[in-house]
């Protein structure tokens, strides 16, 4: 089982940044990968971002290719989420996920996780 709570979300200017943390419990932090999904209001969730289990391999959305980082620390069972430029469009509730994985692999799809957090809300003013 893993259980995870994100923060850092909150209200910043477009053009700002913002960098939000995922925190999880559990002894198979390392086994999982992770990855940041948000659902703009009155839409789908949608994918973000993804990092392999090992930290090694990351993938984005088109949309936030370049101004979006994600990294990892295993050591402290966090994974981030550091956003740059932020835009009105990237307003949304933030949620981070997890899922064990046997290979070393990203997971870019919503049905492949199978533990999210309570998200967090990110609000882009103009």
């Known amino acids: 089982q893993v259980q995870l709570v994100e923060s850092g979300g909150g209200l910043v200017q477009v053009g700002g940044s913002l960098r939000l943390s995922c925190s999880t419990s559990?002894?198979?932090?390392?086994?999982?990968?992770m990855g940041w999904f948000r659902q703009p209001p009155g839409k789908e969730r949608e994918f973000v971002a993804a990092i392999s289990r090992s930290g090694g391999s990351t993938y984005y959305a088109d949309s936030v290719k370049g101004r979006f980082t994600i990294s990892r620390d295993n050591t402290n069972n966090r994974v981030y989420l550091q956003m740059n430029s932020l835009k009105p469009e990237d307003m949304a509730v933030y949620y981070c996920a997890a899922v064990w994985s046997w290979d070393d692999a990203v997971r870019t799809r919503r049905s492949s996780y199978d533990y999210w957090g309570q998200g967090t809300q990110v609000t882009v003013s103009s």
């Open positions: 559990g002894r198979t932090f390392s086994s999982c990968a």
